[in-house]
């Protein structure tokens, strides 16, 4: 009796005390979850469920449903296939302007659409630079156009994510590879391959979200409204329409059709088990051949073709004597100083949210009873990337209006529906660093009763460039945001792309195109030093 | 598990949060007023306005600055009756009739007799602040033969065109009226053509007018006075608004005083302040929009030579918030076929 009595305290007190562990975690998960919950509910509130049945049935929307699934299939699809021989090529090759390049790659995504776009058509358009040279002429808008930007977006976007597939490789293995000589081909087969399986399920259905969603690109260069996604109905109804039950009933279908898509792939990929593995990876040389030196060059300059000329035509006003007016404005640097007053708390924030996602899912990860969970965890977060950005702000605009609070708080609603939105990223560069760890050091840590900062401590090293890179990209994404800050914008709270909107919304298109390029300069600054000062010297693979 | 660091990771979030935010305390006597961001720009008449009338008010004005017409009302409707503006400035014509229906905007007592649009105006919420039309720009260095009318933007299909998306932008929707009412029922035979020739159908009036000028067109829609934009501040006389022998579609932004406006006697004095040379006078090179009533100095040349309509078409304000939804739907069946 005593004995039993005893086992039962001690599983209480091991209850507790695991509770009390893992509380800040759950705080900042249950936080996240009430502000999500709060933001629907409002939304929700307004909806009348009998009308959505007619919205149901209209041949229009599931013309938009098809094609958005068929574009993304496509957009991801293809980023995801040129990515692959470009990121072993980057792992094994060492060339002058690598790790420029690779810079480069990790501000593509933020780079604003109208920006994007103007760049596509200074390279691809009708007196673009590729019929100027060499006259040819390819079918910008449609199709064609829309795939060619978003693998611009998203093609080094995927590159990134699958280099951290390749942090996760083993040195032994590499030094293994390079005793037996095997040839380019033959690591990738037996070596890379399966560790890039892991990351490709992740950033497949990431990159599918992002262009499935996306809005701008698809209308400018679509051609036509045969050529739509259902962001563009949400926008329709929630800013035109003001009609709060429709927009709700459409950012339902979306986060259904991407929930239904991410749960398909996940099914189909194979599970992913982290492996232990030492992170400071040593290159070894490998045997070369002819055909694995043009299968190289081959994939780099794919890769160079699709980003590199766009990006020169971004960069291009620089020479122009409007570029040093357009510095010497003092509204610029206010609208830097406000970008940055927003981006770095948003992006702190999306961290100390992504560190709770993910000391509670390895917590998870490791006991039988929750072992389901950590997935489930990790794809919570990911969830909001399907809301559009517009949605959440208007929902948590009506929760906080209720509360009575009003505009007072657009600040604060800003950094957080920013974290918010960056959290996917912050997950996708926290995640299997965190879980690594937690295979790796989980027993000897548990048998000496090493826990919480002396812990922290002894990973940081470990985790460090993982960290400098969840930073980097909230940063990024923070500078970019455009949607948010647009819909509580006031006086004073003008930010660089809001301040490059306001440009070519009165027609001062090259005014517009200097600020792209301070915008994407800072991005650059703001990664380097991330990756430099929080990443340390052990980021040497990534940049 | 590891409280310390998140706590220490938390409160550093907490302090930058906190070096970061300043909060704006405003004055009592301080007017809001929600506008469109290029109205609030340093460039735009925002300042300009701001400092003439504070020199008769005695008062601050907080120009709000949201990222569309659309997103002023859109604003205004996420907040309610809770909301501080005082003054919408901003919206047009097509708005009307929806801002009307929230309930949130009071009646003026300004004397609009004074107003030059064509008709007059007698509308008891809205007071016009400036004026101009609809047309297609196009390049006169590079397209020998522009079009004379809407009929021969329709119908020549050798004219690359761009134009916005009536879902999302105000000038497609203007778009969408005017061919409404030039072409009544046959409108969607006439964007089915249109479709065959149309280069893209952009979001915003700020995309297609970019890919306008990187030479993606021949023919854009935007307004009469562009063109004086690049005479007045580029020097640049190619660009040129193509005539309408049907008639042009006016474009019209209006100004309305919430009914629960904080000062509402601050709001009544700026409303009739609009029609006033100390406002009137900065929509023309600040705007790039034309003023509203008589001024006693003259505009600039460029706007003199704007593109002036042979007739100002222009549907009821009730039709247009009655059928536009039939009228999108008509237009998306024409140009998704």
């Known amino acids: 009796m005593v004995k039993c009595h005893d086992s039962i305290i001690d599983v209480k007190l091991f209850f507790f005390r695991t509770v009390k562990g893992l509380l800040p975690a759950l705080l900042g998960v249950g936080f996240f979850l009430l502000m999500g919950a709060a933001s629907l509910a409002a939304l929700l509130r307004y909806s009348e469920l009998h009308s959505w049945l007619g919205y149901m049935q209209q041949p229009y929307l599931w013309r938009v449903v098809r094609f958005s699934l068929w574009q993304a299939l496509l957009s991801s699809g293809i980023s995801l296939l040129i990515a692959i021989p470009v990121a072993s090529c980057l792992i094994h090759r060492q060339f002058y302007g690598r790790s420029a390049l690779l810079q480069l790659f990790s501000v593509s995504m933020v780079v604003p659409t109208i920006v994007a776009i103007l760049g596509l058509v200074v390279v691809y358009g009708r007196t673009g630079w590729l019929n100027q040279l060499f006259g040819v002429q390819i079918p910008l808008y449609g199709l064609v156009g829309i795939l060619l930007a978003h693998v611009f977006f998203n093609m080094p976007l995927a590159v990134r994510l699958l280099l951290q597939g390749y942090d996760l490789i083993p040195s032994g293995q590499w030094r293994q590879a390079s005793q037996l000589g095997f040839s380019r081909w033959a690591a990738f087969r037996w070596i890379e391959w399966h560790y890039m399986k892991k990351v490709l399920p992740g950033a497949f259905v990431l990159i599918f979200m992002l262009c499935f969603s996306s809005f701008a690109v698809v209308l400018s260069l679509g051609g036509g409204p045969k050529y739509s996604t259902l962001e563009v109905a949400i926008y329709q109804a929630l800013r035109f329409d003001f009609d709060l039950n429709k927009a709700s009933f459409l950012a339902l279908l979306q986060v259904s059709i991407c929930t239904l898509f991410a749960v398909i792939v996940y099914r189909i990929a194979p599970i992913n088990r982290q492996d232990v593995s030492l992170l400071a990876v040593k290159s070894y040389l490998l045997k070369d051949s002819f055909w694995a030196k043009s299968a190289d060059y081959l994939a780099l300059l794919c890769a160079f073709v699709l980003v590199i000329p766009p990006f020169l035509a971004i960069f291009d006003p620089i020479f122009s004597p409007v570029f040093f007016k357009t510095l010497q404005s003092v509204a610029l640097w206010n609208a830097v100083l406000v970008s940055l007053q927003i981006a770095i708390p948003a992006a702190l924030v999306s961290l100390l949210l992504g560190v709770c996602f993910g000391v509670l899912a390895r917590f998870c990860m490791a006991r039988q009873y929750f072992a389901f969970l950590p997935n489930k965890i990790e794809h919570l977060g990911n969830m909001i990337l399907m809301v559009p950005g517009l949605v959440i702000a208007t929902g948590l605009f009506l929760t906080l209006r209720d509360f009575g609070w009003g505009l007072q708080s657009s600040y604060w609603i800003v950094v957080w529906v920013n974290a918010v939105m960056a959290l996917p990223f912050v997950l996708r560069a926290l995640m299997p660093v965190m879980y690594q760890q937690e295979r790796r050091f989980r027993n000897v840590y548990l048998s000496l009763g090493i826990q919480s900062w002396s812990r922290w401590c002894l990973e940081w090293p470990l985790i460090r460039p993982s960290v400098a890179q969840a930073l980097g990209y909230a940063l990024l994404l923070s500078l970019g945001d455009m949607g948010v800050i647009a819909l509580f914008g006031s006086q004073g709270l003008v930010s660089l792309p809001l301040y490059l909107f306001q440009l070519i919304g009165s027609y001062r298109l090259e005014e517009g195109a200097c600020v792209a390029v301070v915008l994407i300069s800072l991005c650059l600054i703001l990664f380097y030093c991330s990756s430099r000062f929080i990443g340390g010297v052990t980021a040497r693979v990534k940049n | ?337």
Request: aromatic share 10%; net charge negative.
């Open chain 2, 1 to 337: 598990m590891k409280p310390f660091l998140l706590s220490t990771l938390f409160s550093a979030a907490v302090i930058s949060l906190g070096v970061a935010f300043s909060p704006v305390t405003l004055a009592k006597d301080t007017l809001n007023i929600y506008t469109y961001d290029a109205f609030a720009s340093d460039w735009g008449p925002g300042p300009k306005i701001k400092a003439n009338f504070e020199k008769e008010c005695a008062c601050e004005v907080n120009f709000v600055a949201l990222d569309s017409s659309v997103g002023i009302l859109s604003r205004a409707q996420l907040e309610g009756k809770s909301s501080q503006a005082d003054v919408l400035l901003g919206l047009d014509l097509n708005l009307m009739e929806a801002a009307k229906q929230t309930g949130l905007l009071a009646n003026h007592a300004v004397d609009t007799s004074a107003v030059t649009i064509a008709g007059g105006w007698s509308d008891k919420t809205f007071v016009p602040f400036d004026q101009g039309h609809f047309a297609f720009i196009y390049n006169s260095e590079t397209l020998q033969s522009p079009p004379t009318s809407l009929k021969e933007v329709v119908d020549n299909q050798n004219l690359r065109v761009i134009y916005q998306d009536p879902r999302t932008s105000t000038p497609g929707l203007g778009l969408l009226l005017w061919v409404k009412s030039v072409y009544g029922d046959n409108a969607a035979d006439a964007w089915g053509r249109l479709a065959s020739h149309t280069v893209t159908v952009t979001k915003s009036w700020s995309d297609g007018y970019g890919l306008f000028l990187k030479g993606e067109a021949d023919v854009v829609l935007s307004y009469t006075t562009s063109p004086a934009y690049h005479i007045v501040a580029e020097g640049d006389n190619k660009y040129k608004a193509a005539a309408a022998s049907e008639g042009l579609y006016p474009q019209i932004e209006v100004a309305a005083m919430m009914k629960g406006a904080p000062h509402p006697a601050l709001a009544k004095q700026f409303m009739q302040f609009i029609l006033q040379p100390g406002f009137q006078s900065t929509v023309a090179t600040g705007n790039w929009m034309l003023p509203v009533v008589k001024l006693d100095e003259k505009l600039p040349a460029a706007f003199d030579s704007a593109l002036k309509p042979v007739k100002s078409l222009v549907l009821p304000a009730k039709d247009v918030a009655q059928h536009r939804k039939a009228w999108i739907d008509e237009w998306l069946n024409a140009t998704t076929r």
